[in-house]
């Protein structure tokens, strides 16, 4: 691809200019390659800052940043090249090939994809195991294992495979327009978060599914009807439940919640439904998890559980283990009449069961249960109060507790790891289980401490049921819409009704949760465990007791609510972090930026500072760099013979200096003179720079204090390891100017200075970028010299870096006023390096020289 570049735009050199060609034209493209080649540079030179930061592992991002920023690396790579080619007379092409290989290298790592190894599109639960998660996801695969493996009862049914969910999306051409869409989220912007959701959405529900998908999934559903009625005529259709299962889903992490489940589905909405479940990937609380949990796109294809329709006279969650001590060898049972979306989503609080691991019950806590939620005969769901006489009345008998127990101990000892089940009771008492994932639980070697009630501070909430331990301090915010989570203040504590697993959107942001209703064993609670957000629920009076923008103190170790800040709890607090590192997308970073970020090419007088040793994008944008100034001074020493172009500055200055003026730059141009005078500058700039290098405090006649061992030094460097050709630099420098922009390039023996900047009344636009670099001195007393530099920039409010011998500094966005001074103290600092390799005999010298110069002592004084 990028070798086709070399065959565009065949310039004229120099030499091949005669005289009747337009100079100054040609002089003005190579010029604005040379600009353009900067402002890459510049760009590169901010994805790597960008990127090194995201590899910290702190910030969130997704597989777009990742893409995008990989893009304009290799976009301005590009563009350094082809303008060094152009200003080079098409001398380093080995470069567009070097880059079209680091190129293909990154590509291969940005779209590596897991592959399916099945073509079928539906298999019975029969035929699934637990290595089969890759073909029908983490919950599918898991209830194939029970059913299959370990021989506990699951509802029968069968799992539409992930190799459908990619034929669905292929076929209805909706993965580029997917992809296109994910470009626009900003993780740090959840409006952002909930427009690509609606849109993409929308994509999905609006495509239709082949037609082989939807024969295959309706073919399967028959056939679980005829073996559930054996040839009977049935009372009603068989309905399902539908539920997500998506690749990684119930397995290291729990997407909990994150994903659709549709319950109670007649035949003729099951192609509905099923859409609907893959729409679900990308709803607002789905995209924001993987988000925060750095999993790729990639790697992400939902399949979908489904099952006959049990209708549940009892529901609920068990753990095989208690999840916030798992110390303790309890198990923890919670129970809700009717169907077990109510004993997840927080909707009522359920009965509570502590039993042992001989199944004899422990403790009980047993909830009022005002309502339940049942099918409607129709389809879909309804809610119902629950009888007068069942409502304070415990939903499991000592049998069914007895029962769940076994199942859940087979099942921890099946996987070798504490299980999170799901179950249910139907009208004939059996028990059927729904799902097993891994315990998502507090540290398994850490306790919870106890904290007394500090009776100096006002309590809020006296007890409430602790999911997930910690202490987070905050104003309120009440959240009873997805608008209040759009506009959810970072560090401030939730407070709302019920949990919601929406909650994750913003489980990055907050310090902590508090809800008037939940439980332990409820979906948001898995996610604040897994996001280590210290949470409360099942208050009563969390919403009518804390009022919104009230600062309080969450001690989810102990239950309570303090208002205002409590210091005494300050050490308990929990930080809020949610580092990448280990995650998916961090690995991917961490792959493609070993081919952006890495530099090899540290010495430009080593024989190895070619083309062919580029490695990286890196390598590629500083040998062009410095390349580009080669070739300049090269344009620059050829322009400054030409009359009428180049014009000398006669003025006492210490060095040999050419105008070039681009337009407005001069008061008056005569074109039949090659010298002017300080008086005709116009350009407001170089004005300011000159202001500096002639500045009197300078005594040009008086000879410096120079270090005999510092002089020893230089003469020694020059005569034992003498720089190269290409290394040492002539002694004309060149100002290319207008009325408000410059470009300054001084070159004194080994050493040179580029200034480029621009000066208005337009703050936005203003700018100075500065580079220095060499020295005949050893590499010591080189990079003595740069870091001297370094530290007045920076006494000067610059941004700067160094790299051995290299300075690069920039002031950006100031005043005009500002912009000037600090092109005068510029033009200062460069006189005042002009003997400094001499001088930097010893550490000390770094602080001392920059000291002088802060302190206007430009003869080095004592």
Known sequence: ?????????????????????????????????????????????????????????????????????????????????????????????????????????????????KEISTSELILPYSTINAEMADRVGGKNANLGEIHSRIGLPIPSGFAITTTAFE????????????????????????????????????????????????????????????????????????????????????????????????????????????????????????????????????????????????????????????????????????????????????????????VGKNGQTISSDISRKRVQLISKPDGDLMEIPVADALQDKPCLTADNIAVLAGYAMKLEEHYGYPQDIEWAIDNSGSIFILQSRSLRAEDSGKSYPVLPLLTEYPLLIEKGVTVSGGVGFGPAFHVSSEKDLMNFPDGAVLVARHSSTKFVMVMKKTRAIVTDMGNMAGHMATLAREFAVPTIVSTDVATSHIHNGVYVTVDAYSGRVYQGRVPELEAYQVTGEFPMKDTPVYGVLREVSDWIVPLYLLDPGSPDFAPSFCRTLHDISRLVHELSYSEMFKLGDFVSDKTGLAFKLKDFIPLDLYVIDLGSGLTETNMTVNSITTDKIASEPFRALLKGLMNTGFQQNQLRPVAFKGFLSVMSEQMLSPPSASEKLGNRSYAIISDKYMNFSSRVGYHYSIIDSYCSRIVNMNYISFSFKGGAADDVRKNRRARTIAKVLQSLDFGIDVMGDRVNAKYLKHEMHHIKDKLDMLGRLLQFTRQMDMLMTHEASVDQMAENFLAGNYNFEK
């Open 1 to 113: 691809m990028f070798k086709k570049l070399k065959l565009f735009r065949r310039n004229k050199s120099l030499e091949e200019i005669s005289s009747e060609d337009n100079l100054t034209e040609l002089f003005n493209f190579k010029y604005s390659c040379f600009k353009m080649l900067l402002d890459s540079n510049s760009e590169f030179l901010n994805v790597i800052t960008d990127i090194e930061e995201k590899l910290l592992g702190q910030q969130v991002f997704g597989m777009s940043y990742v893409r995008s920023r990989s893009a304009k690396a290799v976009f301005h790579a590009l563009r350094m090249i082809k303008n060094l080619d152009d200003l080079s007379d098409h001398r380093y092409a080995l470069l567009f090939d070097i880059l079209e290989n680091i190129n293909l290298k990154i590509k291969e790592i940005l779209f590596r994809k």
């Open 167 to 354: 034929s669905f999306l292929l076929n209805s051409a909706l993965f580029d327009e997917i992809s296109n869409k994910k470009t626009l989220l900003d993780p740090d912007n959840p409006e952002t978060i909930k427009i690509v959701s609606d849109d993409i959405r929308q994509l999905i529900l609006s495509a239709d599914v082949p037609a082989e998908i939807e024969d295959a999934i309706l073919l399967a559903y028959a056939k679980l009807a005829e073996d559930r009625f054996s040839g009977k005529i049935p009372d009603s259709p068989l309905r399902i439940s539908m539920r997500s299962s998506a690749i990684g889903e119930d397995s290291e992490l729990s997407f909990a919640g994150q994903y659709l489940t549709v319950l109670n589905v007649p035949q003729e909405h099951i192609v509905r439904s099923y859409k609907e479940i893959v729409a679900s990937l990308y709803s607002p609380r789905a995209i924001t998890y993987r988000l925060n949990k750095g999993i790729r796109d990639e790697d992400i294809a939902m399949s979908v559980a489904c099952l006959q329709m049990v209708e549940s006279v009892v529901s609920g969650v068990m753990y095989s283990k208690n999840p916030l001590n798992m110390l303790e060898e309890h198990i923890i049972i919670t129970a809700v009449w009717g169907l077990g979306p109510y004993a997840v989503d927080g909707v009522i609080t359920p009965d509570t069961y502590t």
